[in-house]
């Protein structure tokens, strides 16, 4: 399997680059956003997810750990091929994806072309409880748990988590719990 890619970029288009490694060129599909970020000539590191098909093998490529998981948590929902869940990284960030799954809101994914009322709420249902976290919030992650484990609702735990963690970058958990739970007392009241 193709785990990641490190080379440099030989075109680009609108939903799929060409990356040169070591003299061999490898198509990538990669969401628009991420193609506009890539310049023909830079150096870039893909994680990717390598898709054989009996007719083709599709390369897809993220910027980070946590897109390709949330591509593989997308794909794992029945109806949601590869394209479907790229189309829909392509549209949503990993908030407002992780917002609907928390809030129950499946209308945020029948914005997304090509999914319908069936697979939107398929896609609440079958995620709900297997969202992955952040890489880097290990920390973000243990103070959503602590306060989850309080009684305070998913969503506003993780608001309230990735502000105080953004405020106080070098706190102990101990230490964001504490600025946490004074940050929601103050809105509860």
Do not use: C
Not at 128 to 149: H, I, N, W, Y
Request: glycine share 10%.
């Amino acid at each position: 399997m193709i785990a990641s890619l490190r080379g440099t970029v030989s075109t680009v288009s609108s939903g799929d680059a060409v990356i040169d490694v070591g003299g061999v060129g490898y198509q990538v599909l990669v969401t628009p956003a991420h193609a506009q970020s890539l310049r023909v000539g830079q150096e870039v590191d893909l994680v990717t997810v390598l898709i054989p098909r009996e007719d083709e093998w599709t390369l897809f490529g993220f910027m980070s750990a946590h897109e390709k998981a949330l591509f593989g948590v997308l794909r794992s929902v029945t109806g949601v091929g590869p394209k479907t869940a790229l189309g829909i990284l392509g549209q949503l960030t990993a908030d407002e994806i992780a917002d609907a799954v928390a809030t129950g809101d499946d209308s945020v994914f029948r914005r997304v072309s090509g999914i319908g009322q069936k697979t939107a709420s398929l896609i609440i249902v079958s995620l709900t409880g297997k969202m992955p976290q952040a890489g880097s919030s290990s920390t973000s992650s243990d103070l959503v748990a602590a306060l989850t484990g309080l009684g305070w609702s998913d969503k506003a735990a993780r608001d309230v988590a990735r502000d105080v963690t953004t405020a106080h970058p070098n706190a102990s958990v101990a230490e964001l719990l504490r600025h946490a739970l004074a940050t929601m007392k103050g809105a509860a009241s």
